[in-house]
T-cell receptor, first 112, second 113 residues
Framework: SQTIHQWPATLVQPVGSPLSLECTVE??????LYWYRQAAGRGLQLLFY??????ISSEVPQNLSASRPQDRQFILSSKKLLLSDSGFYLC???????????FGPGTRLLVL | AQSVSQHNHHVILSEAASLELGCNYS??????LFWYVQYPGQHLQLLLK??????LVKGIKGFEAEFIKSKFSFNLRKPSVQWSDTAEYFC???????????FGSGTRLQVQP
C-alpha cells in the first residue's frame, strides 16, 4: 500500500531564516505531487504541483519554491521566511491528473 | 474564478441527529467531486468521491453524498451521527483540465454525546 510522509511535524523559525520541508511517497511510482497550505481560518490553497522529476508548476506567486529531486520526493523551500509564511503545509500525491489526492500528515510552521 | 462554497462553518449536533453539509461549486465544466475529513490530530482522509455514474455515492462510516448537476451541489449526508464523527469536513473539486483540487473552507462538526 502507499504511504506518504512529511517532516518535520512542527517547526518554529525566525523571520528571515531558510526553510526546507520534505515529503516522500512510498509504494507507487511516478506520482503527481502537490504542496498545499492551510492558513488559519481558511481553506487549503495549492502552492505547487509536479508531474515528474524536475517538473514544478507554481499556482500562486510567493516567497516559497519547490523541487523534486527524485521520483517520490518533493521539497518545499524558502531562502528567507516571512511572518505570512506561517501555516499548515500539506503534501499530497495522486496517480494522475484529476485522480484522487491522498494527503500526508502535514507540517505546522510558525514564523516568529 | 473557480470556487467551492461550504455554507456551514460550524455545526453542532447531538448524537443520533441527522447531518447534511452543503457544498456548491462554481461552473467550470466537467468536475470530479470529493469529500475529505480531518479527525482531531489526524491527517486529511478521503471520505467519498464522485467521478461519474450514479449521482448518489456512498463512502466510509455511513456517509453518502448526492451530486445534483443542475444545482452545482454535492451535499454530504449521514442519517445518524456519532460522537466519533466530530471532525472537520472539506468539500473539494477538480475541474477538467486542472491538476489541483479546489477546496471549500471546511465545516467543523461537533457531535455532543
Amino acid at each position: 500500500s502507499q504511504t506518504i510522509h512529511q517532516w518535520p511535524a512542527t517547526l518554529v523559525q525566525p523571520v528571515g531564516s531558510p526553510l526546507s520541508l520534505e515529503c516522500t511517497v512510498e509504494g507507487t511510482s511516478n506520482p503527481n505531487l502537490y504542496w498545499y497550505r492551510q492558513a488559519a481560518g481558511r481553506g487549503l490553497q495549492l502552492l505547487f504541483y509536479s508531474v515528474g522529476i524536475g517538473q514544478i508548476s507554481s499556482e500562486v506567486p510567493q516567497n516559497l519554491s519547490a523541487s523534486r529531486p527524485q521520483d517520490r520526493q518533493f521539497i518545499l523551500s524558502s531562502k528567507k521566511l516571512l511572518l505570512s509564511d506561517s501555516g499548515f503545509y500539506l503534501c499530497a500525491w495522486s496517480r494522475g491528473q484529476q485522480e484522487t489526492q491522498y494527503f500526508g500528515p502535514g507540517t505546522r510552521l510558525l514564523v516568529l | 474564478a473557480q470556487s467551492v462554497s461550504q455554507h456551514n462553518h460550524h455545526v453542532i449536533l447531538s448524537e443520533a441527529a441527522s447531518l447534511e453539509l452543503g457544498c456548491n461549486y462554481s461552473y467550470g465544466g466537467t468536475v470530479n467531486l470529493f469529500w475529505y475529513v480531518q479527525y482531531p490530530g489526524q491527517h486529511l482522509q478521503l471520505l467519498l468521491k464522485y467521478f461519474s455514474g450514479d449521482p448518489l455515492v456512498k463512502g466510509i462510516k455511513g456517509f453518502e453524498a448526492e451530486f445534483i448537476k443542475s444545482k452545482f451541489s454535492f451535499n454530504l449526508r449521514k442519517p445518524s451521527v456519532q460522537w466519533s464523527d466530530t471532525a472537520e469536513y472539506f468539500c473539494a473539486v477538480i475541474y477538467t483540465g486542472r491538476r489541483a483540487l479546489t477546496f471549500g473552507s471546511g465545516t467543523r462538526l461537533q457531535v455532543q454525546p
